[in-house]
């Protein structure tokens, strides 16, 4: 009977405790650093900063130009832009406000009063429609996003302003018990358990941008777009009805915000929305987002919109000077762009050597021992 000896197993080398790069981890976290850097500011130069009420108040603010920025986040993660959300905010609160005071029905000599659920819809699908016809143009016509977006700026602009002659709707916002149309300001600019509901909304809306990201087939889809178009379609990614899709969320994220916004005015004005698309995308690119396609969270997102809207909100309260406004909201976009390209260098070069570190372990492996 044959014996066999066991040569026992090495014991294992315990890993080297792994070093925190504290320099890597303020870069990547420097929307949030930011933003408590101007809540600190602004707590010492008004008092009045923290106050529950004005914490409310920019809350709201904030929660329109972040649900703004949660469907330029699609569009952005694929490398394209939307220069039409402002538009499409303002022409759908005037489409909410032209079918609460009564829509003409062509041909006849009839008054349309739809119920409020009903106007909601069709404001939502003004968005949608604008979305999608955004995306053909890219898709379909190979139109580049922002020539695509740009026209449809002004096109709905245009719209809205053919609708209402230039003028504000202001009357027949509640609507009559008597032609069934009524709830629409009672709702929308109510304050469910205190809290407006725009910021309920914002909620909601984030955790479902947040799910589809993370969650689904169709976040994964995106990212891997955004990364390298041509992979993704060898890979069998529906790249053409993907990017479409990210066009119409968009559209319908601009219109929920119209209608809001039309609610807490309350009025529906042709000029709503200006300029809102330019401080929907800083809050992307402040929130870490890539322009180039295939970087950013939700999140980060919601982090950039906070320290957008709180920096906007600041300045008002401590009665800085609108131009000023406008020269610092631009200088810390630069900022931010210029620290994301900062760190994209500080992460190739890291990349870098660690390709090195491991090219030199796997010779030193192989080598044959003298």
């Not at 489409?95 to 005071?101: E, I, N, S």
């Not at 404001?123 to 977006?149: C, D, K, Q, Y």
């Not at 300001?185 to 955790?207: K, Q, R, T």
């Not at 992460?347 to 491991?358: D, F, L, M, P």
Request: charged residues 10%.
């Amino acid at each position: 009977m044959s014996t066999q000896t066991q040569t026992p197993a090495p014991a294992a080398t315990p890993a080297a405790p792994r070093k925190i790069d504290w320099g890597a981890v303020l870069m990547e976290g420097r929307a949030l650093i930011g933003l408590i850097v101007i809540m600190a500011v602004f707590t010492v130069l008004s008092p009045n900063f923290l106050q529950p009420d004005n914490l409310l108040l920019m809350t709201r603010h904030v929660a329109m130009n972040a649900l703004l920025a949660l469907g330029m986040l699609l569009v952005i993660l694929r490398g394209g832009i939307d220069l039409s959300v402002g538009s499409i905010v303002g022409l759908s609160g005037v489409m909410a406000g032209y079918l609460l005071k009564g829509a003409h029905v062509p041909f006849t000599d009839i008054t349309a009063f739809p119920p409020v659920w009903v106007v909601v819809i069709v404001s939502l699908a003004v968005g949608a429609l604008i979305g999608w016809i955004n995306g053909i143009l890219v898709t379909r016509f190979n139109v580049a996003p922002f020539i695509a977006t740009l026209g449809m700026l002004y096109v709905a602009r245009g719209i809205a302003l053919l609708m209402t002659d230039g003028v504000p709707i202001t009357e027949e916002l509640r609507g009559s018990d008597k032609l069934g149309n009524t709830g629409f300001i009672d709702v929308l600019a109510s304050y469910p358990l205190g809290i407006p509901m725009p910021v309920w909304v914002m909620v909601v809306f984030a955790i479902a941008a947040s799910v589809l990201l993370t969650r689904t087939p169709f976040g994964r889809w995106l990212y891997a777009m955004g990364g390298n178009l041509r992979a993704a379609n060898l890979s069998g990614v529906p790249t053409k009805k993907v990017e479409t899709w990210i066009y119409v969320l968009s559209g319908i994220c601009a219109a929920v915000v119209g209608v809001l916004l039309t609610a807490d005015l309350p009025a529906a004005t042709p000029r709503a929305g200006e300029s809102y698309e330019l401080n929907a995308i800083a809050a992307v690119v402040i929130g870490g987002a890539a322009l180039s396609g295939g970087r950013g969270t939700v999140r980060g997102t919601m982090i950039g919109a906070f320290l957008v809207g709180f920096l906007v909100d600041g300045l008002v309260l401590v009665g800085v000077s609108v131009f000023w406004q406008q020269i610092i909201k631009g200088a810390v976009i630069i900022l931010a762009v210029a620290l994301d390209q900062l760190q994209q260098s500080l992460q190739s070069r890291a990349a870098v050597r660690r390709a090195a570190q491991a090219s030199l372990s796997a010779r030193a492996a192989s080598a044959p021992a003298k």
